[in-house]
């Protein structure tokens, strides 16, 4: 549909066809001398929508190929230095706004404020500090202690631990809390419910009252019915969900979201990077089994968000990031522009920012891309940044003309083998 976008620094100011001659100062509230100095960008045969927000994406993490990379050959120094080094290349694949769960040596609001404050470039940052964990651990198993803090993870052990870990990471900054429900124990299959429902209830209730709200990890049935029931407000995977998760979850207003990008990128690609492929059954059953359910939650109204889970060496960052919606697609069997919503408008409430992100319209903030071809037909053109025309990220031009930003490895930073090579977009679409 023709028509135009206009944005005055970091506000859209007038959308739709005939905007740009509403008068010398009319109902958009700009003067045609500004029109007249304004940067114009062509769309012809382009879509122009709001910026890609993901809903779970590990900003900190650096690619690792295994779990004691992660936890055992990072430094803090190094960290940062790396985290910073990735941030551009989100913009640069059309990423706008970024939730990130938990973050390496607690560092996600010093990396938030030091983007908001023009020190580095990267996305806007909704954050948490670390994830909260009980001693049987979550996805690293015996790598977890029995207490104290290891890479993203904080162990608390009794529920005045949990209230004390729960406010002192909304004093250090916190825009959400995060439960690790969830564990692998390495005599036992998948994972297992970690935190009883009155453990969550008593996170839930401390960060609440502070106004700030909860995401869990859950990846069986009855946690992901225990966190609907304690009152966490996004539920990170809810694999295998039953029909008693289901009510659950339907019936608390929790928001879901499933991330299947990871489990797919190593089903459908691991292979060709060396990854592993004694999982690919057990992935490929927890997609189906958890699509279907993750569909009836989304026909009884429940809001679903799009989360990559970018930070691993199988889902580097700027590569994979709107796969999630061709999946929902694919799996969900939503319409392009219902998927579309979901990594836009729907995750504009991951971030906290529903009434200023994800919709192109008057008074919104402009983070704006003007994408080649129809992506209403075909969500996939969102996953190849060579058909990013342009990319506004608080009102300013991203520069897509630059170098992808690489670098050589440190010696010590990489060990372990979940794939022998980043799986990167171009790799699998040469």
């Known amino acids: 549909m023709p028509g135009e976008v206009i944005c005055r620094g970091d506000e859209i100011i007038a959308v739709g066809s005939g905007s740009a001659t509403a008068g010398p100062e ?35 993490f650096d690619e690792p190929r295994s779990n004691d990379e992660l936890f055992f050959h990072r430094d803090h120094t190094l960290a940062a230095l790396a985290t910073a080094h990735h941030l551009p290349k989100l913009l640069m694949a059309g990423v706008t706004s970024v939730a990130d769960p938990d973050t390496i040596f607690r560092m996600g609001p010093a990396i938030r404020d030091a983007v908001e404050a023009g020190w580095i470039e ?29 890479g993203y993870a904080e162990v608390v052990r009794t529920t005045d ?126 997609i189906a089994a958890t699509a279907e359910m993750v569909r009836r939650a989304h026909d009884a109204g429940v809001r679903l968000l799009c989360g990559s889970e970018s930070g691993f060496v199988l889902t580097p960052y700027g590569h994979w990031h709107a796969r999630e919606v061709e999946l929902f697609v694919e799996h969900l069997d939503l319409s392009p522009l219902e998927a579309i919503r979901c990594a836009t408008a729907n ?12 919709v192109l319209s008057v008074g919104r903030r402009a983070d704006v891309l003007v994408v080649q071809g129809d992506v ?5 053109l969102l996953g ?39 799986l990167t977009w171009d790799l699998v679409n040469p």
């Open 26 to 60: 009319g109902s958009a509230g700009f003067h045609e001398r500004e029109l007249d100095s304004a940067t114009r960008v062509d769309a012809t045969g382009c879509t122009v929508m709001p910026g890609l927000i993901d809903a779970h994406c590990h900003l900190t």
């Open 122 to 150: 990267g996305p806007r940052i909704t954050t948490g500090v670390a994830a909260l964990l009980t001693a049987v651990g979550g996805t690293a198993g015996r790598l977890i202690p029995d207490e104290g803090e290891v």
């Open 161 to 286: 631990e949990m209230v004390l870990a729960t406010r002192r990471q909304i004093k250090e900054g916190a825009d959400f809390v995060k439960i690790h429900a969830t564990g692998s124990i390495p005599t036992r299959s998948g994972e297992l419910q970690v935190w009883t429902r009155q453990e969550m209830r008593v996170v839930c209730d401390t960060a609440h009252d502070l106004g700030v709200p909860v995401a869990a990890h859950c990846r069986n049935a009855s946690s992901t019915r225990d966190a609907a029931l304690a009152g966490v407000d996004i539920i990170y995977h809810a694999s295998f969900m039953d029909e008693e998760a289901l009510e659950a979850v339907v019936e608390s207003g929790a928001d879901l979201c499933p991330v299947f990008t990871f489990l797919s990128n190593l089903c459908d690609h691991g292979p060709e990077v060396g990854a592993g492929t004694n999982m690919v059954d057990v992935f490929r059953g927890e």
């Open 347 to 358: 995750n504009a409430h991951a971030v906290h920012a529903a009434d200023e992100l994800g």
């Open 376 to 380: 209403a037909s075909d969500v996939s």
């Open 384 to 422: 190849d940044r060579r058909n990013l025309r342009a990319v506004l990220s608080r009102g300013v031009p991203v520069d897509l003309q630059r170098a992808w930003p690489t670098r050589d490895p440190l010696p010590g930073s990489r060990v372990g083998n979940w794939a022998e090579r980043p």
